[in-house]
């Protein structure tokens, strides 16, 4: 054995108990009680909870977007991440239209070697077919372990929106190949007419971005979304949800026995689009954008349901200045947020005060990401898996600050946030990455997760 982690409270998505876990290898070893071995580096978690590394399936590294690049690089976002008990990072590296997915892939996969702290796994986002290249294409990149594609119904000047066609074609590809799809759904012809019309009556504020996408331009995508799933049956994840009525239509679907997956974020549950109206609402702008409290209620109403099946954080940062590009105008404002640091003690937090158990907590930030996806050495803190580890300290009271996260983002919208209890200590395959506060880790460590198709 190489490490045993003694004396804590283990907890699982289902269960909750006293133990110890060996780890040998980069893998846990042993799950048991009073194990022990001559000479074998002890780690004594008493009075901490152990846990498995969350998987956060959404983020935004380096990503060309709103005129700039996304803050965090490959090396700062994955940091953060396991500063933040993040063990496996998902990136949605985009395809530039007309070029070739596999080698989009091999790029970020180069860039990652050198960089990442954490493993890392690429939800591919598709622009365009290539007159159906990509479709092929999509085969080999799902032998190679690329089991999950993204489109996005907006963002059409970035080059990124798909069609109703596209969007259902891939519908039908995923499903041939026992993947998922990704969307983010929201009605791009009607945020179009809103800004317009805003910004024609000189309504720029970023309380005009919440107006400009409220409640209805997001539930439209969402309905259509579920609609040409179930139309297919096929797989079909909904990343960022934030409205209560597109949430429902997902949720009927489901229970109608279709596969469809909801994710939301941490910053829908703790925000609503009152931020808009502050002074510095120019840094809450991301798509979609906080919404109302009957929204925000409907979410953790839905997580309490187990209607949500993840937690992600569509950490997609912006620097001040760029923020700044929005001061007069609100459609200039890079959209997106940080959050990859936040996530798990934020959900974790919540569990500590009660809100949900800390079974559910695990669930969301790392059981079920780690399942929907095919991560199948992830998500779980079980014999054989891998030893992807955080010890989380209960008591600990934690304000989050920008001086105190690990990313290059010089703001964050979670400042002055506390938080009830911290992780202690994030252990990546069997290696220490983050001790009291500290990233002790290193760029290149972190490898890449060849996940497993559904069949
Ligand atoms: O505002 C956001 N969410 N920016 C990142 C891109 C996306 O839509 O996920
Ligand atoms: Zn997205
Ligand atoms: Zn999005
Ligand atoms: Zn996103």
């Known amino acids: ?78 940091r953060a991440a396991a500063c ?139 309905k259509r979304a579920v609609h040409w799933a179930k139309h297919l049956d096929a797989p079909l994840y909904i990343v960022h949800m934030a409205n209560k009525e597109g949430l429902e239509a997902a949720v009927e679907a489901k229970r109608e026995g279709y596969n469809i997956y909801v994710e939301t974020c941490p910053q829908y549950l703790e925000f609503t689009s009152e931020v808009y109206k502050r002074e510095d609402g120019r840094n809450f702008v991301c798509s979609p954008p906080m919404k109302g409290q009957e929204s925000q209620n409907a979410l953790w109403k839905a997580i309490e349901n187990g209607d949500i099946d993840t937690v992600a954080t569509d950490h997609c940062p912006f620097q001040s200045y760029e923020k700044d590009w929005g001061k007069d105008d609100f459609s200039k404002i890079p959209n997106g947020c940080a959050g990859v640091e936040n ?21 969301l930030c790392s059981t079920n990401p780690a399942k929907i996806f095919g991560c199948v050495s992830k998500g779980s803190l079980t014999v054989g898996k891998d030893a992807d580890i955080v010890i989380y300290d209960p008591t600990k009271e934690f304000t989050i600050s920008v001086d105190n996260m690990h990313s290059e983002y010089d703001h964050t919208i979670w400042e002055g946030i506390s938080l009830k209890g911290y992780p202690q200590m994030t252990i990546s395959r069997g290696e220490v990455v983050y001790k009291d506060g500290e990233f002790v880790g290193k760029p290149g460590w972190g490898q890449f997760v060849k996940r497993v198709a559904n069949q």
């Not at 054995?1 to 070893?29: P, Q, R």
């Open 343 to 363: 996530l798990y003690p934020y959900m974790l937090s919540a569990a500590n005060e009660g809100k949900i158990s800390f079974n559910k907590a695990v669930e």
């Open 1 to 78: 054995m190489d490490l045993i982690i003694k004396n804590g409270t283990i907890v699982t998505s289902t269960e909750t108990y006293k133990g110890d876990i060996a780890v040998k290898d980069g893998k846990i070893e042993a799950i048991g009680n009073c194990l022990q071995e001559e000479g074998v580096n002890v780690i004594d978690a008493k009075g901490k909870l152990v846990l498995p590394g969350a998987v956060d399936v959404h983020t935004h590294l380096a990503m060309p977007f709103g005129g700039t690049v996304s803050a965090d690089s490959y090396l700062s976002g994955t």
């Open 84 to 222: 933040g008990g993040v063990t496996t990072v998902f990136d949605y590296p985009v395809q530039r239209k007309g070029n070739s997915i596999l080698g989009l892939i091999n790029e970020k996969k180069a860039v990652c070697e050198e960089e990442a702290c954490v493993d890392y796994a690429f939800h591919c986002c598709i622009t365009d077919l290539n007159e159906g290249a990509i479709l092929e294409e999509m085969e080999k990149a799902v032998e190679e372990g690329i089991t999950s594609y993204k489109c996005f119904f907006v963002y059409k000047k970035e080059g990124m929106m798909v069609d109703d066609g596209t969007f259902t074609k891939l519908l039908k590809r995923v499903k041939e190949l026992g993947a998922v799809l990704n969307v983010h759904a929201e009605n791009p012809d009607l945020i179009d007419l809103n800004v317009e019309n805003f910004l024609k009556e000189g309504k720029t504020s970023p309380w005009y971005h919440y107006l400009s996408r409220p409640e209805y331009v997001e539930a439209e995508g969402d």
